[in-house]
């Protein structure tokens, strides 16, 4: 079936997501290159030359196998895809240095001026750069963009993307997915900020990253009053006293705006004042930890996929939505799976209020069904040094996660509700766990980590994380003795088929029902008699799957399309009021300001 989202029908051609794609760091130069572009699907070659024709429209930034794109087809390892379109900078855009930025690109990506290369990228989830003043020249220059993607093929990440889709594989994208956009910046300019609350201290770390050796003033507003302003040297972190703190918590998403002056050069961005960590409860239970307190994470399982648009929502707005009605049904957790998000997403979640579990995008070679399914069933683990078995053997594929591990990071270390780091996920190219918390811990010592969810657990990281679908959840005694914390970080996945809303005659599911009361039934009871009496003994999080219907599978919340909550609000609420009641964080009596919206 042709499903659709409304935002996906409502789309403007015109506007296709053009918000400020950068929240965490915003400056007054920004020219929008969404929207319509011509693309070409050639065989690849080894002298590849740009088409002399092309195949007609294509709606950037949605890729072309998805509907909102236009185009409706699949690229294939043996092809390339091309893109073209013509820039013209408008009259005094240029004050400096132009920087032609790209959300994503799925996954090997050359990016031509004119004909002459400018710069390439490899990974088809992080967003890159490249400096074109020199190319552009006069302002005006032809912008092309050649695109290879192998997919689950090769051993680079491909999240949950496979060319034969079924069941929780899901239709493979490619080419640009996130906004293409331009920006200038003096020739002295900050190119990012590092960004770190100190809750206690009642000081936020600012690091102004910068090639120039310069200083920067940096002021620190709450609600349109100064608290904090500085003079810091670039490069160099430095402690910012905010005084009395308000801290940021789902209940009370409080902000804090930052602007930063380098030279002729002023940025914006945000921090909430928050702290991470594990600890014990008044009896000694180990527990997760929210501004030095227990706090329980109920969570939901987020894909980040779209009927219409794929791997790119059809507007902010969807965004937003997806995010409110979660909280909505009383989640305090989102668990953002095999996929990073456009930055907006992260900042609608700082603004509103919920916190984020962030999955690593997985790689490698093909599965093998004894190490990412045997273990739903029986008790196997598998060390993790042996890599074959976990479709690791190749050393490339190997280094390029660790680098993509340490870009995602980077990129998402300011963002205020992300509270846990999961590096894998299932097995699904799972390799060295342990070394890799170890090197997640150093990359970043302020958020918690689970370092092995579902299963082929090495023993390190902060939770003892479990999924469980096919037998019943009972806490045990032994899962708290290495003092780790037990989270239930994958269970439920119950589908319900909504007539006129799947998008298959197939439908994936974990339990099946066949009316909407069934399905309401099972999952209170299943939260009554298995999941919330494990929160006593210890259990310290809960992951549901999921936030919406994907292709077949049918466990979702919400069906695909995003236009009928299938269970009923007031029992998601009653579960999820009963499972957070040890929470404890101070609601804010006045809402949150819209102006990040």
Request: hydrophobic letters at 35%; aromatic letters at 10%; glycine letters at 8%.
């Amino acid at each position: 079936m042709n499903l659709t989202t409304t935002e996906g029908d409502a789309l403007d051609e015109n506007a296709i997501l053009p918000e400020y794609p950068r929240p965490q760091l915003v400056r007054d130069s920004y020219l929008n290159l969404n929207g319509r572009w011509q693309y070409a699907i050639r065989a690849r070659v080894n002298d590849e030359t740009e088409p002399t024709e092309w195949d007609g429209p294509i709606l950037v930034p949605f890729s072309p196998e998805s509907a909102l794109s236009g185009v409706n087809r699949q690229l294939t390892p043996d092809q390339t895809l091309w893109y073209r379109r013509e820039l013209d900078l408008p009259a005094g855009f240029n004050v400096g240095r132009l920087l032609l930025h790209f959300g994503a690109v799925d996954s090997e990506c050359e990016v031509f001026l004119d004909g002459e290369s400018v710069g390439s990228h490899v990974g088809g989830y992080l967003p890159f750069s490249i400096d074109v003043t020199d190319a552009i020249g006069s302002g005006r220059a032809t912008l092309t963009v050649a695109v290879h993607d192998a997919s689950d093929t090769v051993p680079a990440s491909h999240g949950k993307q496979k060319l034969d889709r079924g069941g929780i594989w899901y239709t493979a994208q490619s080419g640009i997915w996130q906004t293409v956009w331009l920006e200038s910046v003096p020739d002295a300019h900050i190119e990012r900020l590092q960004l770190t609350p100190q809750l206690e201290a009642g000081a936020v770390e600012v690091t102004v990253i910068s090639e120039a050796d310069a200083q920067a003033t940096v002021v620190v507003t709450a609600g349109g009053q100064t608290v904090a302003e500085a003079t810091v040297q670039a490069n160099s972190p430095t402690r910012i006293p905010l005084g009395d703190v308000r801290p940021w918590s789902p209940e009370d998403p409080f902000l804090y705006d930052i602007r930063v002056t380098l030279g002729t050069d002023e940025v914006t961005s945000y921090v909430g004042m928050r702290s991470f960590g594990t600890g014990t409860d008044a009896d000694g239970v180990p527990r997760l930890l929210l501004n030095g307190k227990p706090y329980f994470h109920a969570g939901v399982l987020d894909q980040g996929y779209w009927p219409d648009g794929l791997y790119t929502a059809p507007s902010d707005d969807a965004l937003i939505a997806d995010i409110r009605t979660m909280k909505d049904l009383g989640f305090t957790m989102l668990r953002k799976h095999i996929k990073i998000e456009p930055l907006r997403w992260y900042a609608h979640c700082d603004r509103i209020g919920i916190l984020v579990w962030q999955d690593m995008v997985n790689g490698g070679a093909p599965y093998r069904p004894a190490v990412i399914t045997l273990p739903a069933a029986t008790p196997v683990r598998f060390r993790d040094d042996r890599y074959d078995l976990f479709g690791r053997a190749d050393a490339a594929g190997r280094a390029e996660f660790r680098r993509e591990l340490h870009e995602t990071i980077e990129l998402l270390s300011n963002v205020v509700s992300i509270a846990m780091w999961v590096p894998f996920n299932e097995g699904w190219g799972q390799f060295d766990a342990q070394e890799i918390a170890d090197e997640v811990r150093a990359l970043d010592p302020t958020r918690t980590i689970d370092h092995a969810s579902g299963w082929h657990d090495q023993g390190a990281g902060d939770v003892k994380s479990l999924h469980v679908y096919i037998r019943p959840f009972r806490m045990r005694r032994s899962w708290r003795e290495d003092g780790r914390v037990v989270v239930l970080s994958e269970y439920g996945g119950y589908s319900y088929r909504e007539p006129g809303h799947a998008f298959s005659d197939k439908e994936f599911g974990y339990r099946r029902y066949r009316s909407h009361a069934e399905l309401d039934a099972a999952f209170e009871r299943l939260h009554d008699a298995e999941v919330i009496p494990a929160v006593g003994l210890g259990l310290a999080a809960t992951v549901y799957t999921q936030l919406s219907d994907v292709e077949d599978e049918l466990n979702g919340i919400l069906t695909y399309d995003r236009r009928i909550v299938k269970l009923t609000p007031d029992v998601v609420r009653r579960v999820n009021a009963r499972l957070t009641a040890g929470n404890t964080q101070t609601p804010r009596e006045d809402p949150p300001a819209d102006a990040r919206e």
